[in-house]
């Protein structure tokens, strides 16, 4: 069965592409790797997305995987007042919403304490700058998977910054610079697995090194790229030309 993007859902969501999309073997396979908790110990999240019905199947996806959704909001306005007398541990935001956009929202809602996850269509450079520059905890497009954005919104709980491959592409591509040009083989290759979206766990498997050695890789690329954010380094990496297309690293620690 074909791998459904939440996009798709946008368009489309008939009784059989809803039923296709909730029980998608490549979402079930993704929440095979994802800790189930009790729902009392369950991340608590938070929606904001003016489309109710996609709103409704990512509440129920994501509750499905273990973690606690609180509501879905269909407006800044609402999200904020949400996040204000009840707030959440993540909240999963949408950019073009009435009363305001996402990436607009971002600050005041990290100034509340919920760290943000920008879900949204648009892969404009001017809204990921924009959510980027206020304090996103990651970005990710509604082109993903619905197993993608399941894994994305269990990273951003574990204090992971997950971010798409295209958002960085499409949205930063320009010439090279030197900035950059002392990474080692290494942290290059690290840098382009944090580009492709993948959790400091699955870069430790693609490489064949440990977790704590990635965290290592990843700081250094965070000092030597001036960022402060594995979104930063990605923007900052895509913007000097520093990302390659499906780069994988080579599996041989150095």
Known sequence: MDDISLEGLLHDTSPRVVRQATSDPVAQASLTNVTTVTSGAASRVLIVDDHQIFGELLAEALTGSGLRVLGVCNSVVAALD??????????????????????????????????????????????VQEAMDAGCDGFVTKAQSLASVIDAVHAVTRGETPVSADVAGAAYGRPATSIGSDLTARESSVLQLIGAGLTNQQIADDLHISPNTVRNHVQHVLTKLDAHSKLEAVAVAARNGLLASDRRGSGKAH
């Not at 971002?106 to 892969?123: D, E, F």
């Open 82 to 127: 949400r996040v204000t007398n009840d707030p959440p541990d993540v909240v999963v935001l949408d950019h073009s919403l009435p009363s305001g956009t996402g990436a607009g929202a971002v600050a005041a809602i990290k100034r509340l304490g919920p760290r943000v996850l920008m879900l949204t269509a648009s892969r404009e450079r001017s809204v």
